[in-house]
């Protein structure tokens, strides 16, 4: 059964920082691209960023220089290292495969960010 869950959001002032956390069983995660997205009040989910199995890193324009993403391979999780913070950060974050984004599948709870000014 594939499986994410996040976790490390929580209420933060503008400026500062969060890390978040993907825990990931199911499927072979050293092999798999891994993407943060985030989706905020009254929005669509958006990508955020994606990490390969080599940690090639993409991001959206608007984290980058602030959002650092990274991965343990051995123990399935991957991380989103979120820093200065603004109040549009403010959003529920998933991870997911690529793939399984494409096909809306999959998708875990997510983990609440509000970043308050």
């Known amino acids: 059964q594939v499986q994410f869950v996040e976790s490390g959001g929580t209420l933060v002032q503008t400026g500062g920082s969060l890390r978040l956390s993907c825990a990931v069983s199911?499927?072979?995660?050293?092999?798999?691209?891994i993407g943060w997205y985030r989706q905020a009040p009254g929005r669509q989910r958006e990508f955020v960023g994606s990490?390969?199995?080599?940690?090639?890193?993409d991001y959206t324009e608007s984290v980058k220089g602030r959002f650092i993403m990274s991965r343990d391979n051995d123990r399935n999780i991957a991380y989103l290292q979120m820093n200065s913070l603004k109040p549009e950060d403010t959003a529920i974050y998933y991870c997911?495969?690529?793939?399984?984004?494409?096909?809306?599948?999959?998708w875990g709870q997510g983990t609440q960010v509000t970043v308050t000014s």
């Open positions: 997911n495969t690529l793939a399984y984004a494409f096909q809306n599948r999959n």
């Open positions: 199911g499927i072979i995660f050293k092999d798999d691209t």
């Open positions: 990490i390969s199995p080599i940690s090639i890193r």
